[in-house]
T-cell receptor
Framework: DQQVKQNSPSLSVQEGRISILNCDYT??????FLWYKKYPAEGPTFLIS?????DKNEDGRFTVFLNKSAKHLSLHIVPSQPGDSAVYFC???????????FGAGTQVVVTP | DAGVIQSPRHEVTEMGQEVTLRCKPI?????LFWYRQTMMRGLELLIY????????DSGMPEDRFSAKMPNASFSTLKIQPSEPRDSAVYFC???????????????FGPGTRLTVL
């Protein structure tokens, strides 16, 4: 039962342009959302998060938007850089113990 | 500061053998998570501990899998006997779960790539 879905397995974007990654969820009890970035042969690293009481959170080039009514969140990367090429995972939590459910990931390739 | 440490980084074993994966969480963290990543199932949570106590092991696939956390600085994930379908990358992650919600950031180790022949 995949409660967090990333329907785009891959995304190619030119350097300097905007990358938009999407994530949908089915569990309305999720109240905290995170994005992780993963390079090959490394573990995922935390990128940015958002609480369900907000609809936007920004950190430098990264902005996460949350639309609770649509059960949808997105990650915007502006401007995209070659170092942003990685797999991005969306994750959600409803558990006070910090348990996360992850999406399948989106491979982002930033081309020069 | 050292991050989450996992060993070994790579493990190749034959079907039927016992496999033990090890994890040292970040000092001061009180929660530890074991994940498995495969092409078919993505990143799935196997078990997690809080203050060394297993909280939820519903993700452990079979009785062949077991995990322990004897102290705050060490955890093991054991597979006995191992099977080819256990081949995957196993990640350990740790976090600090405080009194209030708001930061569930988990810090991941580099993973152990397990190949069962």
């Amino acid at each position: 039962d995949q409660q967090v879905k990333q329907n785009s397995p891959s995304l190619s974007v030119q350097e300097g342009r905007i990358s938009i990654l999407n994530c949908d969820y089915t569990n309305s009890m999720f109240d905290y959302f995170l994005w992780y970035k993963k390079y090959p042969a490394e573990g995922p690293t935390f990128l940015i998060s958002i609480s369900s009481i907000k609809d936007k959170n920004e950190d430098g080039r990264f902005t996460v938007f949350l639309n609770k009514s649509a059960k949808h969140l997105s990650l915007h990367i502006v401007p995209s850089q070659p170092g942003d090429s990685a797999v991005y995972f969306c994750a959600a939590s409803t558990d006070s113990w910090g348990k996360l459910q992850f999406g399948a990931g989106t491979q982002v390739v930033v081309t020069p | 500061d050292a991050g989450v440490i996992q060993s070994p980084r790579h493990e190749v074993t034959e079907m039927g053998q016992e496999v033990t994966l090890r994890c040292k969480p970040i000092s001061g963290h009180n929660s530890l998570f074991w994940y498995r990543q495969t092409m078919m199932r993505g990143l799935e949570l196997l078990i997690y501990f809080n203050n060394n106590v297993p909280i939820d092991d519903s993700g452990m696939p079979e009785d062949r899998f077991s995990a322990k956390m004897p102290n705050a600085s060490f955890s093991t994930l054991k597979i006995q006997p191992s099977e080819p379908r256990d081949s995957a990358v196993y990640f350990c992650a740790s976090s600090f779960l405080g009194g209030g919600r708001g930061n569930n950031e988990q810090f991941f180790g580099p993973g152990t790539r397990l190949t069962v022949l």
